[in-house]
C-alpha cells in the first residue's frame, strides 16, 4: 500500500526494508526518510538481526527525491528553503544512520536507482544488482546538480567516472556499475531476491560484535593517510584480539568446531 512507505520482515538473522511507494518510483519523500531512518536505528539495536537489507517494490529501486514535493514547498513564502533545508538534512542523517550502523547493510537493486537513489545505494555496505538495474546521477539535467548524491559516489568510484556521471547525468547499465565499483555484484533478475538472501545470510552467521568493529574501522581508516590508518587498524586488532568472540572464534578453528557466538547486547528484541 501506498501509506505503508516500506515493509520490514526479518527471518534467520536477516531483515530485509522494502521501499513500498511503487507508484512514486519509491521517492525519498520526507515521511519515507523517516520511515527509513527510524527503521534502520531500530533493527541496528535488535539482536535478532545481524545483517539489513534494503530492498524495493516495482521498476524503480528508488529515484531520489520527491520532486512533487520538493515543488510544492515553492508556494512558501521563503519559496521552500526551509523545508529544502529539512528535505536534504534529513537525507544525511539517513545516509549517516547507514554508514553508523553496527550491521552490515546490502542493497538489493532490481530497477532503476538515479540521484538520492543512487546515493542510497552507494552508501550501503554491499549492493547486489539485477542486471536490469540501471544508476545515474541525472540532476544536471534539470538544472540540480546532485550534490549530496556526489558524496557517496565519489567514495566508491573513480574522481573521473563519478564526475562523469554528475556531469552527463547519462544512465549507466549494472555491468558498467560492477566494473566502477558503485556496485558490488551483478545477478540475473530472476536470482535477485535468491542472490541477495545467500549473502545476507553468508554474513550474517559470522559474529555481530567483529563485524560491529570492522564495519565501524573500515569507514574511520578509509578517510585516513596511510600511516595514521595503519596505526588505528594495528590499535583496532589489538582490541578485537582481547573481545570473547575473537577467543571463541580462534579456539573453535584450533579445535576443528563451529563456534558460538555472543549476541552485540543491550538491544531489542
Known amino acids: 500500500m501506498e501509506q505503508e512507505l516500506a515493509?520490514?520482515?526479518?527471518?534467520?538473522?536477516?531483515?530485509?526494508?522494502?521501499?513500498?511507494?511503487?507508484?512514486?518510483?519509491?521517492?525519498?519523500?520526507?515521511?519515507?526518510?523517516?520511515?527509513?531512518?527510524?527503521?534502520?536505528?531500530?533493527?541496528?539495536?535488535?539482536?535478532q538481526v545481524h545483517v539489513i537489507v534494503i530492498a524495493a517494490e516495482g521498476p524503480a529501486f528508488c529515484a531520489g527525491h520527491d520532486l512533487k514535493e520538493l515543488t510544492a514547498?515553492?508556494?512558501?513564502?521563503?519559496?521552500?528553503?526551509?523545508?529544502?533545508?529539512?528535505?536534504?538534512?534529513?537525507?544525511?542523517r539517513l545516509?549517516?544512520?547507514?554508514?553508523?550502523c553496527p550491521k552490515p547493510v546490502i542493497a538489493s537493486?532490481?530497477?532503476?536507482?538515479?540521484?538520492?537513489?543512487?546515493?542510497l545505494v552507494a552508501t550501503c555496505d554491499?549492493?547486489?544488482?539485477?542486471?536490469?538495474?540501471?544508476?545515474?546521477?541525472?540532476?544536471?539535467n534539470i538544472g540540480l546538480f546532485c550534490s549530496t548524491p556526489m558524496v557517496?559516489?565519489?567514495r566508491n568510484v573513480s574522481r573521473k567516472q563519478a564526475m562523469k556521471m554528475l556531469l552527463?547525468?547519462?544512465?549507466?547499465?549494472?555491468?558498467?556499475?560492477?566494473?566502477?565499483?558503485?556496485?558490488?555484484?551483478?545477478?540475473?533478475?530472476?536470482?535477485?531476491?535468491?542472490?541477495?538472501?545467500?549473502?545476507?545470510r553468508a554474513i550474517a552467521e559470522k559474529s555481530p560484535a567483529t563485524l560491529r568493529i570492522g564495519k565501524e574501522a573500515f569507514y574511520r581508516q578509509v578517510e585516513m593517510p596511510l600511516p595514521e590508518a595503519y596505526a588505528f587498524?594495528?590499535?583496532?586488532?589489538?582490541?578485537?584480539?582481547?573481545?570473547p568472540d575473537a577467543e571463541e572464534g580462534i579456539g573453535a578453528f584450533v579445535e576443528k568446531r563451529v563456534p558460538e557466538w555472543r549476541p552485540l547486547g543491550g538491544g531489542e528484541g
Open 7 to 47: 515493509r520490514i520482515e526479518t527471518a534467520h538473522k536477516v531483515a530485509w526494508i522494502t521501499l513500498a511507494r511503487p507508484a512514486a518510483r519509491n521517492s525519498l519523500s520526507l515521511a519515507m526518510l523517516d520511515r527509513l531512518h527510524h527503521a534502520i536505528e531500530t533493527l541496528g539495536r535488535d539482536d
Open 73 to 92: 514547498a515553492r508556494a512558501e513564502a521563503d519559496r521552500g528553503r526551509a523545508f529544502f533545508t529539512e528535505t536534504m538534512d534529513r537525507c544525511a
Open 95 to 100: 545516509m549517516m544512520s547507514i554508514v553508523q
Open 109 to 119: 537493486v532490481q530497477g532503476i536507482a538515479t540521484a538520492a537513489g543512487c546515493q
Open 126 to 140: 554491499l549492493a547486489v544488482a539485477s542486471e536490469e538495474a540501471r544508476f545515474a546521477t541525472p540532476g544536471v
Open 152 to 154: 557517496a559516489l565519489s
Open 168 to 200: 552527463t547525468g547519462e544512465m549507466i547499465p549494472a555491468s558498467e556499475a560492477l566494473a566502477q565499483g558503485l556496485v558490488s555484484d551483478v545477478v540475473a533478475a530472476e536470482d535477485l531476491r535468491a542472490e541477495t538472501e545467500k549473502l545476507a
Open 233 to 243: 587498524t594495528a590499535q583496532v586488532m589489538v582490541e578485537n584480539m582481547l573481545e
